[in-house]
DNA sequence: GGCCACTTGTCATAATATAACATTTCCGCT
DNA sequence: AGCGGAAATGTTATATTATGACAAGTGGCC
């Protein structure tokens, strides 16, 4: 789980998640979403959680729970793993963020607030990570499903593979 | 797995993965399966292997690394991680079994052989595992890969909740 | 203030996984 | 049959990921 060489350029602008887009708006943007959604439904939005959302807004990359316990004891908070697996927990309880199993690390969500039903798209290179909406119960998983009585609560889809540039720089 | 609706006996009819069928025939004919397979492709079926095989085939669940290890060792081999793990691993890489990364475990591949695009039904409460064929990326996954040119080399699907048996126990 | 539920921080430990290396086994080759 | 190299095995040691338990702090509410 290095850091890598990610692509870090001027302010604003990366060439993240395989699109360019204006990063410190959809930082704002989304802690703010957090900050109504807890608000509406009475859940506290402590520093922790907050500065943990941030942290992963930071990157669009899966951060592991210790890479983030790291930056969230830089910032001054607790420096044990509970710490860390709290706020995680928290992020992903309310759909601020997910968990990305494959690689034992999580992403925040982006879009927040949609119905829930995301699949991920992994570079095996960068381990940037994508999210796009899955329509649920799919085809062939949800046929299946019904066949034998399996009543689904939830699905992850991951995919692993190349984003395009990484795809660029190993072959022609 | 069930290759069709078999008839079978009192004595060997497990209600397993969901369904009923014969057991003790699906080891066997899985185990040759990959026997079979190991021997047209030069790899080598070792003693370890086989063992982890069977004790994979033994249960529709997943078993993790240090339950495989367990078994392993009481069978007379190495009683070190390594030794489950590298015999999991050589089951993963050529298809006898699978990674159910939402569990940190693996099961054995229910169509060894088949087109490989599996996709797992897990049951939170008894931990069982059912396997399905899955079409590979279609749908909306395949659809954001290609806007975005995102290259997908493999992909997980996990689905978690209730097997028959306990969606009944749990609630009428 | 006193109560309560929740959150935080900590220590301790569990569960999962890999690195590195000596030894043995197997296979193809002569 | 004997040799050489690749692969597999078993081991020690350690890394990585995750949770249990408990004391102390925080904030809402009567």
Redesign the pocket.
């Known amino acids: 789980?290095t850091s890598g060489p990610r692509p870090v350029r001027a302010q604003q602008l990366d060439p993240i998640a395989f699109e360019s887009h204006d990063h410190a708006d959809c930082i704002k943007t989304a802690v703010a979403a957090a900050e109504a959604h807890c608000t509406r439904k009475g859940?506290?939005f402590?520093?922790?959680?907050r500065a943990a959302l941030e942290i992963l807004l930071q990157e669009h990359r899966a951060l592991?729970?210790?890479?983030m316990l790291d930056r969230?004891r830089a910032a001054g908070?607790?420096?044990?793993?509970?710490?860390a697996?709290?706020?995680l927990?928290?992020l992903v309880a309310n759909g601020f963020a997910h968990?990305i199993e494959r690689?034992?690390?999580f992403v925040a969500c982006a879009n927040p607030g949609a119905s829930h039903s995301p699949a991920f798209m992994i570079c095996r290179a960068c381990e940037a990570v994508a999210e796009a909406q899955s329509p649920p119960s799919r085809g062939a998983l949800g046929a299946a499903a019904r066949a034998t009585g399996f009543q689904i609560e939830g699905t992850m889809v991951e995919a692993v593979g190349l984003c395009p540039a990484c795809a660029e720089k190993a072959g022609p």
Do not use: C, I
């Open positions: 789980m859940l506290r402590t520093p922790v959680r592991g729970a210790y890479e969230l908070f607790g420096s044990q793993p509970p710490v697996y709290r706020a927990e928290f968990k690689l034992n690390a």
